[in-house]
């Protein structure tokens, strides 16, 4: 052990020299020390810089949009104003009641928003249409008001058992009377085939290619994952095979890079992009002009699904496609083809079981034996001829 002279331990007496030192140069401040049970203005702001800055492009728009939606609901519904103080659970309820649709006796669905405010909403431009509103719609708006009311620190009305009891009966209730929770068409291999079959030679059609194969075979990525992609995320291992790295996305935040690999045909139609619109730097995939002339600025999300549905508009394909089609087609087709579990998750970063195993199951039992018991194979129709 290292031996220090006495005097190091004189001088680090707290009761003495230290801490009248420190106090001293207190007073020399100009600035007045702040209340430890409150969080300073300027504090509150760096708060939500880092929230702001910390979220999704998307998640922002779509709390945007609900937070838009609760204060026009409540002036209208209950003359209060969101943010003033925490709302109570009785509110969330009413929410609930006023928007989600419910079956009546002879058969005919209701809900209890008044037609009047129903209609003010609508010119307000915060709502589309007049009428109930979809399970995950009122299911995400109720999301974004626990969200509002954890900024705040205050308790959230939804955590209330009373709000959880009356939306988990009500999804019971649309599900016994055939009302859905709906879902995107997945693109599994066949209609993947069919969209790309669509893309010729054209830059439009080498951009198109090369984004939906990126998009599937890498892992199903999510549209805000593949627009966020620059040049500079990309390399080449050898003719067949590119890397491409992965930042911060929905469920990996920390921004530590992860490569993922590109083989086959999507490193082919990558190879294919990048000939025909040459960059250094900037976004991978970006917008296209008239005549074919290539942009320095990226695409957008919704351009990405919007691709995805002219593709299969193109394809002659029946179904609701959207850039989430492209995920859990992803998925689907990995169940289908007996790819384990685990090696999925590890192209596509789910953290949740549970999310990925709908779409897995579904994809691993389209050929599961269990589906065709009504038609054995011929070694067994062969061994019953035997036993006769």
Not at 74 to 90: C, D, F, K, S
Not at 210 to 223: E, K, Q, T
Not at 375 to 384: G, K, R
């Amino acid at each position: 052990m290292k031996c220090y002279p006495m005097l190091f331990y004189r001088n680090w007496n707290y009761n003495t020299l230290n801490v009248t030192n420190i106090t001293d140069q207190f007073l020399l401040l100009d600035e007045p020390p702040l209340d430890p049970h409150f969080l300073a203005l300027s504090a509150q702001e760096a708060a939500a810089a880092f929230v702001a800055a910390g979220t999704a492009a998307n998640t922002v728009r779509s709390y945007r949009s609900a937070l838009a939606y609760w204060s026009a609901w409540l002036q209208l519904r209950y003359g209060l104003v969101l943010g003033e103080t925490p709302l109570p659970a009785t509110v969330a309820v009413q929410f609930i009641l006023d928007h989600l649709a419910r079956p009546l006796a002879d058969g005919t669905w209701t809900h209890l928003l008044p037609s009047t405010i129903d209609a003010a909403l609508v010119r307000a431009r915060v709502k589309a249409n007049t009428g109930a509103l979809a399970y995950n719609t009122v299911s995400h708006r109720l999301a974004v008001l626990t969200k509002w009311h954890r900024l705040h620190d205050w308790d959230s009305p939804t955590e209330a058992p009373a709000v959880k009891t009356l939306l988990r009966e009500a999804r019971k209730a649309q599900s016994r009377q055939g009302v859905a929770v709906r879902k995107k068409t997945a693109v599994v291999l066949e209609p993947l085939q069919a969209m790309l079959a669509t893309c010729d030679d054209g830059v439009r059609g080498i951009r198109d290619r090369a984004l939906l194969l990126l998009a599937w075979s890498g892992g199903g990525r999510r549209r805000s994952e593949v627009v966020s992609l620059q040049v500079g995320d990309v390399r080449r291992l050898d003719a067949d095979t590119w890397l491409y790295a992965l930042g911060a996305t929905k469920t990996d935040t920390g921004g530590t890079r992860r490569e993922k690999p590109l083989r086959g045909p999507a490193a082919h139609a990558l190879t294919a992009w990048l000939a025909a619109a040459p960059a250094s730097s900037g976004p991978l995939f970006r917008r296209l002009y008239k005549g074919g002339k290539v942009g320095t600025t990226g695409l957008s999300g919704d351009q990405v699904a919007r691709i995805v549905q002219r593709r299969a508009q193109l394809a002659g394909l029946e179904g609701d496609w959207a850039a989430h089609s492209l995920r859990s087609g992803f998925v689907t087709e990995a169940g289908r083809q007996g790819v384990p579990l685990g090696e999925v998750m590890a192209m596509t970063e789910h953290r949740s079981v549970s999310t990925v195993m709908g779409y897995f199951q579904t994809g691993s039992l389209l050929d599961s034996k269990a589906t065709t018991l009504m038609t054995p194979s011929a070694a067994n129709l062969d061994q019953s001829g035997k036993d006769s």
